[in-house]
């Protein structure tokens, strides 16, 4: 009974073993299993993480390489700003000048019209004091030219006699007279028949009133002798003293004597060669000329 006991226990026990054999046998292959699982996932982890490692260096890299960037594209935004703050700054300031010379422009602009206006207005006062004295002038051209013939045809027989020489350039009319029919030799005294002749230009000179009338002494370069020296020590004062004595002559005829005027200039304003005793005759002269009054 014993025995069988034993027996009975021993292949109890030996069925239980071999039932907790198996199962652990079961539960080791599922620990296997579950360790060949796990160390699939690790790999796989593994790998995961070492993408992710390589990931993010490269994403540093980018990180670093944007930031870098971004440090670039700060310092130009400054640059920028501070190019862009000068432009607005240099554009305040030409504004500022532009105005300041527009404002100066104009204000030119303006005094330049003024002055155009003030020469228009002052263009067309001279247009109306030309054309008024180029009336005048042609008057007194007239004037002149109707003085010119009126001595020329007094006078016919003095100048075809060569006595007298008569010409009108540019309103100036000049009546040239040799000494010789006016003065003796020497003298200053107007003669009888110089008194003549004067007394025909007088009646033209009398409506003369625009003009001034001078009388100018000439000589020639012979020296003067005695007795006359002793009066007239040269030439200057002979040539003086014959002017002064036609002038005289005209204002007691009536002239006015503010018209008169009498100059001298002795032998140094001569005509023609004083070589020539022709030449010497027309420098002895006297002229009446009839100028503009100044």
């Avoid at 004067?198 to 001034?212: A, E, F, H, P, Y």
Wanted: neutral net charge.
């Amino acid at each position: 009974m014993p025995k069988k006991i034993v027996h009975s226990f021993l292949a109890l026990l030996l069925a239980a073993g071999l039932s907790a054999c198996s199962v652990m046998q079961g539960t080791y292959q599922k620990k296997v299993d579950e360790a060949d699982t796990l160390s699939k996932r690790l790999a796989a982890l593994q790998k995961k993480n070492d993408d992710l490692i390589a990931e993010n260096a490269v994403l540093k890299a980018d990180l670093e390489r944007m930031t870098l960037q971004n440090e670039k594209l700060a310092t130009d935004l400054s640059y920028v700003t501070d190019q862009r703050d000068k432009a607005v700054s240099d554009k305040e300031e030409l504004d500022r000048i532009l105005k300041a010379r527009s404002d100066n422009l104009s204000q030119t602009i303006s005094e330049l019209r003024k002055k155009v206006a003030d020469l228009d207005a002052e263009n067309t006062k001279l247009q109306a004091e030309n054309a008024s004295l180029a009336k005048a002038r042609e008057e007194q051209v007239q004037k002149v030219s109707s003085s010119y013939e009126s001595l020329l045809e007094k006078m016919k027989s003095e100048i075809s006699q060569g006595q007298v020489a008569i010409s009108e350039l540019k309103g100036k009319l000049t009546v040239t007279m040799v000494d010789s029919i006016l003065f003796d030799s020497g003298k200053a005294e107007v003669k009888r028949g110089g008194i003549e002749i004067l007394g025909k230009i007088v009646s033209i000179l009398k409506d003369v009133s625009d003009k001034s009338i001078r009388i100018e002494g000439h000589t020639d370069t012979m020296q003067i002798s005695r007795p006359p020296a002793q009066r007239y020590p040269t030439n200057w004062e002979l040539s003086a003293a014959r002017a002064v004595n036609v002038a005289r002559f005209l204002q007691d005829q009536g002239i006015d004597p503010a018209n008169l005027s009498a100059a001298a200039y002795g032998e140094w304003k001569p005509v023609a060669t004083n070589d020539t005793a022709e030449g010497k005759a027309k420098n002895r002269r006297i002229e009446i000329i009839l100028v503009p009054k100044e």
